[in-house]
């Protein structure tokens, strides 16, 4: 008999935070979630009341550990830390708005647009390093678990490098990978030899539309009415 292990990790983008409303290169800065997130933590929680977890795992920002206990709800676990699930620290821009300071850099909001695969802030993480920093981390939780179901409270760009890898395998495909939007749920499993396959990308079918607050990424479009 044949025993095939499936290891399933839930990836879930954290909810609003105050730096999504505040337009800003949020990043690592560690700001707290906004009213809207606290709502939208709700729905999440109700979403995995009836999944049976055995670890959750958070970026160590307070706005993804906020997430983590959602996803736990009522279990009896208790979130750990993971620096490898960190949003990519944005140096120079980072907790900055956005489009004033991507503006104000040569040919940065072009390549934030058109090639954020070459996304490397002066002081911050090359985004190619990211990239690769998150598809390791999220292999050595698969490889410590085996036969287990866990999730990771993670970031927006957290989620598009991975998504990106797994969609595409190839980086320069980035900008062709939409964005999560807050509190979206992504389902990867892995078997006994670690091969990936996504059952789902990006859910957000447990939010009422109106608590689906969509902005652009394009630097272009940031000011004015999406603001």
């Known amino acids: 008999m044949v025993i095939i292990f499936m290891t399933e990790i ?17 990043g690592t800065t560690d700001l707290d979630i906004s009213d809207l997130g606290a709502k939208q933590l709700e729905f999440l929680k109700q979403r995995f009341k009836d999944i049976k977890l055995d670890r959750v795992y958070t970026s160590p920002l307070m706005r993804t550990q906020k997430t983590a206990k959602a996803i736990i709800g009522e279990k009896n676990l208790t979130p750990e830390l993971c620096e490898g699930a960190i949003e990519v620290h944005g140096g120079i821009v980072e907790g900055k708005p956005f489009a004033e300071t991507f503006n104000s850099i040569e040919g940065l909001a072009d390549i934030w647009n058109n090639h954020p695969e070459d996304f490397a802030p002066q002081d911050g993480e090359k985004m190619r390093d990211a990239y690769e920093r998150i598809w390791n981390t999220v292999y050595n939780i698969a490889k410590q678990n085996t036969d287990k179901t866990v999730a990771v409270a993670t970031h927006g760009g957290v ?36 091969n990936c396959t996504a059952e789902f990308f990006d859910d957000v079918s447990h939010l009422p539309e109106d608590y689906i607050n969509r902005k652009s990424r394009i630097v272009s479009k940031i000011d004015g009415d999406n603001k």
């Not at 490098?161 to 395998?169: H, P, T």
């Not at 062709?176 to 499993?189: F, G, M």
Request: hydrophobic letters at 40%; one cysteine or more.
């Open 10 to 26: 839930y990836l879930v983008r954290h909810c609003e935070a105050l730096g999504n409303i505040m337009r800003i290169f949020q």
């Open 159 to 194: 989620l598009r490098c991975l998504n990106c890898r797994l969609k595409y395998n190839d980086i320069t495909r980035l900008k062709d990978t939409p964005w999560s939007e807050n509190t979206a749920v992504t389902l990867l499993k892995f078997d006994e030899q670690l």
